[in-house]
């Protein structure tokens, strides 16, 4: 007696018989994403047998799941200054302020701090809190000033060299206004406003800002700087939990009036970095100081983020501007492979080669 034969449903066939270009393209991309890897972690064990930084915690993950880790030296609950990484907080608490509407972003700042810090040739154009955020207050970042006593805190504050709103002048000082707005309007200290508004409900347990002056300060470690970076990356949300509505969040990362470019600049906090599309590629910041190298990034599209934290005995070396950038390249590299990001996907090759 034949047995009939029994028809295979295509799709089944396809499943154990997958096309042969498929196959190839996932072990490639396997192949590829365990070398970036692998050349990511040779370069920081080389980075700390030749002193460069004596240790350093760095975590990559992508949908919240951890797919780079790498700790040697310091660990992920080491807890060490963040430096200017500590201006995308205080622009975060700013924002809270604006959700419980004790402040608005294109108020001058004299309607929080009671005096005027503009040149008086450029009186007919307020700074406002926007302009602090963003380093458009014209507000250099050393000169010639005046000592400014604000809440229990005294600022030097440099004089206005131009109109604000007019260009970008990185400095400190905004950032120190910003946290004396915080102190002024809440009532309360920028520790505790922090603290309550964005280190608890990020169960951020090992991070402090009692020594900050809101443009640097913050004590952090790698693992609670990922719940901040999560949360931005999943636009203002955090295990489920809205921190920051995500209209408001958004403001965060738009285009300064003052440049013509597209593609990268300072928004409120955070440097942006966009696309030929227009779309966010990532947005990050950056801090580095005595004994303490720290940076966020995050990939909005693709919510992916990565964090690092190091101890580098000296911050002025061409040999630590080196390091940050491979390190930096690196780490988007994998972020780019693991999403297929082609015009990032560029980024690394050249340190993948000479390693």
Request: charged share 20%; net charge positive; glycine share 6%.
């Amino acid at each position: 007696m034949i047995k009939k034969l029994k028809l295979i449903p295509i799709f089944f066939i396809l499943f154990l018989f997958p096309n042969k270009d498929s196959l190839y393209s996932q072990d490639h991309k396997g192949s590829h994403l365990q070398q970036v890897k692998s050349s990511l972690f040779s370069y920081l064990i080389g980075s700390i047998n030749k002193g460069i930084v004596p240790g350093v915690s760095l975590s990559i993950y992508q949908s919240s799941s951890k797919v780079f880790d790498f700790n040697n030296g310091i660990d992920s609950k080491t807890g060490l200054g963040i430096a200017s990484v500590t201006k995308p907080f205080t622009a975060f608490a700013i924002l809270k302020l604006v959700e419980q509407n004790f402040v608005n972003l294109d108020e001058p700042i004299s309607t929080y701090l009671k005096f005027n810090l503009e040149n008086s040739k450029y009186k007919n154009n307020p700074i406002t809190i926007r302009h602090l955020l963003q380093h458009t207050s014209c507000l250099p970042f050393r000169g010639s000033g005046k000592l400014y006593a604000i809440n229990k805190r005294e600022f030097y504050i440099p004089t206005q060299i131009c109109k604000s709103g007019s260009k970008h002048i990185y400095s400190n000082s905004n950032y120190n206004l910003l946290l004396a707005i915080v102190e002024t309007v809440t009532g309360n200290t920028y520790k505790n406003y922090v603290h309550k508004s964005i280190f608890g409900p990020l169960e951020m347990k090992n991070s402090n800002a009692s020594r900050s002056n809101g443009a640097g300060g913050i004590i952090s470690t790698s693992q609670d700087l990922a719940h901040f970076a999560e949360m931005m990356a999943n636009e203002g949300v955090y295990k489920n939990r809205i921190i920051l509505s995500r209209k408001l969040l958004s403001q965060m990362f738009q285009k300064p009036t003052y440049t013509e470019d597209v593609y990268s600049f300072y928004a409120l906090g955070w440097r942006v970095k966009k696309n030929m599309e227009g779309q966010i590629d990532y947005v990050y910041h950056t801090g580095i100081w005595k004994d303490s190298l720290c940076e966020i990034r995050f990939f909005p599209k693709q919510k992916a983020y990565y964090v690092q934290l190091s101890n580098p005995k000296n911050y002025e070396t061409k040999k630590i501007n080196s390091y940050r950038k491979t390190v930096t390249e690196l780490a988007t590299h994998i972020v780019a492979v693991l999403n297929k990001m082609k015009p990032i996907a560029k980024l690394g090759l050249q340190n993948i080669q000479r390693l």
